[in-house]
């Protein structure tokens, strides 16, 4: 049993190899939703759906988010109607989230309509929102302004320094059901390629999820997003820099040291595994860039070597 611990594009990505190298019976996603957002009304989890997306084969590849076949009719009525409609809601994508607010209006909880959603495009792995409860990441500005994350990541493009995040909601969410489990029951946690900061950051924020990946740390092993100084995506280095932290594959073991026994860091790293061993991780070389299918299916396969799976 393997689970991962996902954010958006790079966990997804990740667990697509995952899952060419494990059944996907044996593998549950715990996925962050501190990036969710109600937007007109709607209930959108894009870290969710990017997962669900990208592992049914229907992600438009090239953004990394959203369905491919996109029309965008809807968010153009919006827009010449006079709507600030910022974030970009896809025709198709509206669907998903027309039905999660619906369910979810109903009462059922996000795990229910994720398992729904996972299901109906075919999924034969289980996806997880690590709370049913909503946690919503803020931005605070080097201005001082507070914004919420989407604000931040869609409307500014990620370009405005920052001086904090936190998760407002925290302190009422508890770990979905199946989380708590998950963690403790599987022979490997991976920490997936994802924004320590504020994608695997409220995952491990969670109450209870930092303390069962500790009690059994030597089986857990993360994957550095971020390679020779830079994420591959997004802007977890500039976060990181920001935050006061390194952004380096030594900053990632720094965060993680607690919760993972090994880091599993790019070729192009190799110079830093001392430094990251220093830091208390057991580093594992490894190609980590994720060019094809074929190339994630060998970085989960080099992941589960490095916890002797
Ligand atoms: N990312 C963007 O950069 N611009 C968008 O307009 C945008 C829309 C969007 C709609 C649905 C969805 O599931 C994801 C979407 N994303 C968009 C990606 C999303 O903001 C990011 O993946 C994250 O939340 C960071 O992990």
Known sequence: ?????????????YLAGQLRVTPAAEVTAVVNVADDVVLHGLHVSPDIDTVIYTLSGAIDAKRGWGLADETWNALSEMRALGLDAWFNLGDRDLGTHLFRTTLLREG?????????????????CRVLP???QPIETRVQLASGDE???????????????????????????????????????????????????????????????????AARRDRNVAV?????????KGPADRMLRELG??????????????????????????????????AGVRPVVAPT?????????????????????
């Open 1 to 13: 049993m393997i689970t991962v611990l996902a954010g958006g594009v790079g966990a997804a990505r």
């Open 108 to 124: 059922q909880t996000l795990s229910d309509v994720t398992a729904r959603l996972a299901a109906a495009r075919g999924l034969g």
């Open 130 to 132: 690590v709370s049913d």
């Open 147 to 213: 914004i919420g994350f989407q604000e931040y990541f869609v409307r500014l493009a990620h370009g405005v320094a920052i001086s904090a995040v936190r998760f407002a909601g925290m302190d009422e969410a508890r770990a979905a059901p199946g989380v708590l489990e998950a963690v403790a029951a599987a022979d490997a946690v991976v920490i997936a390629p994802s924004n320590p900061v504020v994608s695997i950051g409220p995952v491990l924020a969670v109450g209870g999820v930092t303390e069962a990946l």
């Open 224 to 232: 550095s997003p971020i390679v020779a100084g830079s994420a591959l």
């Open 245 to 278: 932290e390194e952004a380096s594959v030594v900053g990632v073991a720094r965060r993680y040291r607690d919760v993972a026994a090994a880091l599993v860091i790019d070729e192009s790293d190799a110079e830093l595994a001392p430094a990251v061993a220093a």
């Open 289 to 309: 860039i994720m060019s094809s299918p074929e190339a994630a299916a060998e970085l989960a396969r080099r992941t589960m070597a490095a916890v002797s799976l």
